[in-house]
């Protein structure tokens, strides 16, 4: 067997301290090589990063402000950008030193690495102390000041309730559209919402425009301007005006622009609003939708009658006639008002959309237009034979028993402020009266409730025994609807930005 003697490593001395090392072209050990060379040289070894007390966001230079957790990696790319030097070596590594979160401190470890001599790259790690100093943004400048708003958006709509811009609130929420407003006023129709930068007000007017059909107007106010630089400060407003069409509403139009919907009747009803109104003829269940330009363009689409004209009947008989149409049925329904139930045997024969819905015995809501005073040109050219005695809108519940069911969801809100005037008694039991109807749609109509968030309210009692068991001796008229437990969310997170009004708390 052949001996095979085991290789040796060669080592030189260092040329300074004598040290046994592997050769290299320096010939000197690391140690001595750090002693005559920093590679850290030009780098800072303090710096100062500035972070605003107010929205928690930190400077990124030259006038960027940016939302960075602690020991994040937004922040430890902020941190490197702080540093002069970074291009003139290679960065191998970087973390953080845990500090004290009070201490305004923030500790960062870099390994770095750098051609000192001809083929001899030296590794080297050091720290880098940043001290957390405190100042506000311009944007919460503008917010700690009065009267400081860059944009503002006004929010009209021309209708007799509120309805609506409950509805709208919540879609606000859910979309989070609100976190830039930096107030919310309450106005005589509507709502003014301000913002300190104009693109974050056009952004919430494209918001709008993509739920319901909107038209907008732009203006804007000259307040500072500078000769010498060219340069001037203006405020800007805009309009916003929803279309004045609600759900449930009777409609009328011209004769043209229903042939041009598709050739539908005249005299329609409101099913739904999103981007476009939807509608449908309850003499044939032909359905058909209205954009925003189409009513802007023909300002003749007009509603003669809402929610505060309905009248209760009573149900006598349904009778399917003809086709079906999703939740929909034609039928001939036989109705008498409530004032006569009991009196007299007068009785009206009514073509509804309504046959899946009505049974014997319900309790309807519907346009009485033989009673009713309607002022509109258009619908007074319309023919008298085709304009129906009574347009059946809903089914009806019976109030006692709709008072006696105690909800137990709830909804967020904004927090508004009331402005300049403060509302009448009789406004504040008309907005209370609004929002209880807006909280009988939702819990009458699933679509509605999809574009929404709802949360449980686990606050509320529940109903003792006797009371259970009176409603089941009560045998007039069907349960009112409830929502379901399974569309509730379990828990309800307000941010500084939203509330829970006491109004609106359900009872």
């Not at 720290?127 to 929010?155: G, H």
């Amino acid at each position: 067997m052949e001996y095979v003697p085991e290789a040796r490593q060669q080592l030189i001395l260092c040329c300074e301290c004598g040290t046994a090392i592997p050769p290299n072209p320096a010939n000197m050990c690391v140690n001595c090589v750090r002693s005559i060379v920093d590679i850290t040289e030009g780098i800072p070894k303090q710096a100062t990063i500035h972070w605003c007390k107010n929205c928690e966001r930190y400077l990124q230079p030259p006038a960027t402000w940016m939302t960075c957790d602690l020991e994040s990696r937004e922040l430890l790319s902020l941190c490197l950008k702080k540093l002069r030097g970074l291009t003139k070596v290679r960065l191998i590594d970087a973390g953080f030193i845990w500090t004290e979160p009070h201490s305004r401190r923030v500790k960062v470890k870099l390994t770095i690495q750098k051609e000192v001599f001809a083929a001899t790259i030296l590794q080297q790690a050091f720290e880098v102390e940043y001290v957390v100093s405190s100042m506000m943004c311009p944007d919460c400048t503008r917010v700690m000041a009065q009267n400081t708003w860059k944009a503002k958006v006004q929010v009209r709509q021309k209708v007799d309730h509120q309805r609506t811009f409950f509805y709208l609130e919540q879609l606000i929420l859910k979309h989070n559209a609100h976190q830039e407003t930096i107030n919310i006023v309450e106005a005589k129709g509507g709502l003014d919402f301000h913002f300190a930068q104009r693109s974050h007000a056009i952004k919430m007017v494209e918001f709008l425009g993509s739920m319901v059909p909107t038209r907008s107007k732009t203006s804007e106010q000259l307040i500072s301007s500078d000769e010498h630089t060219g340069t001037a400060n203006y405020k800007f407003t805009y309009a916003v005006e929803l279309i004045p069409i609600c759900k449930d509403d009777l409609v009328v139009m011209p004769k043209k622009t229903a042939n041009a919907l598709g050739q539908i009747a005249p005299l329609v009803l409101c099913t739904r609003v999103g981007s476009s109104v939807h509608i449908i003829d309850f003499k044939t269940l032909q359905i058909g939708e209205i954009s925003g330009l189409t009513y802007w363009r023909s300002e003749d689409i007009t509603p003669i009658s809402s929610k505060r004209d309905l009248k209760k009947f009573y149900v006598v008989d349904v009778e399917l006639v003809g086709p079906r149409f999703g939740k929909y049925a034609l039928a001939d329904v036989t109705v008498q008002r409530m004032a006569d139930v009991g009196k007299n045997d007068n009785v009206i024969i009514v073509r509804s959309h309504l046959g899946n819905i009505l049974n014997f015995g319900d309790l309807v809501l519907g346009y009485d237009l033989l009673t009713a005073n309607i002022n509109n040109p258009v619908y007074d050219r319309l023919d008298p034979d085709s304009v129906p005695s009574i347009v059946l809108v809903r089914k009806g519940y019976a109030e006692r028993r709709r008072k006696r069911k105690q909800r137990n969801w709830r909804l967020q809100s904004l927090n508004k402020d009331e402005g300049d005037l403060a509302p009448k008694k009789q406004d504040e039991e008309r907005k209370v009266a609004d929002f209880e109807a807006f909280l009988r749609d939702l819990e009458e109509d699933p679509e509605l409730r999809q574009g929404i968030n709802m949360y449980r309210d686990h606050n509320v009692v529940t109903r003792s025994a006797d009371a259970m068991a009176d409603d089941d001796d009560d045998e007039e008229g069907d349960d009112a609807p409830e929502v379901p437990l399974e569309e509730l969310l379990n828990n309800l997170a307000i941010g500084d930005s939203t509330d829970v009004d006491d109004d609106m708390a359900v009872e």
